[in-house]
């Protein structure tokens, strides 16, 4: 059972903005650090971002300056909006929530064409 939905994810040129949303249950959410992780093909699912319970973020290098994650409270979702899209973030984006239970999402391709 898929408990993490994620949605939002497409193909957008170089330089395009998508925005990623993950819908939670309410007691997975409001337990959890929410996080967005990304799997290129032939490479390792790397960190993303994430955000805290108490709203506090962590990025990785690669994406700090251009991506932004926040978490919607009274939605119990998390979004992660990505701008200034490089061809290298090309990948599938799966939504995550941890750390004592881990959850999934089923991911969601991002493509960014040159």
């Known amino acids: 059972q898929v408990l993490l939905v994620e949605s939002g994810g497409g193909l957008v040129q170089a330089g395009g903005s998508l925005r990623l949303s993950c819908a939670a249950p309410?007691?997975?959410?409001?337990?959890?650090?929410m996080g967005w992780y990304r799997q290129a093909p032939g490479k390792q699912r790397e960190l993303v971002a994430r955000i805290s319970i108490g709203g506090i973020t962590d990025y990785a290098d690669s994406v700090k300056g251009r991506f932004t994650i926040s978490r919607d409270n009274a939605k119990n979702t998390v979004y992660l909006q990505m701008n200034s899209l490089k061809p290298e973030d090309t990948a599938v984006y799966y939504c995550?929530?941890?750390?004592?239970?881990?959850?999934w999402g089923q991911g969601t391709q991002v493509t960014v064409s040159s």
């Open positions: 309410v007691n997975i959410f409001s337990a959890n650090t």
């Open positions: 995550n929530a941890g750390p004592l239970t881990v959850y």
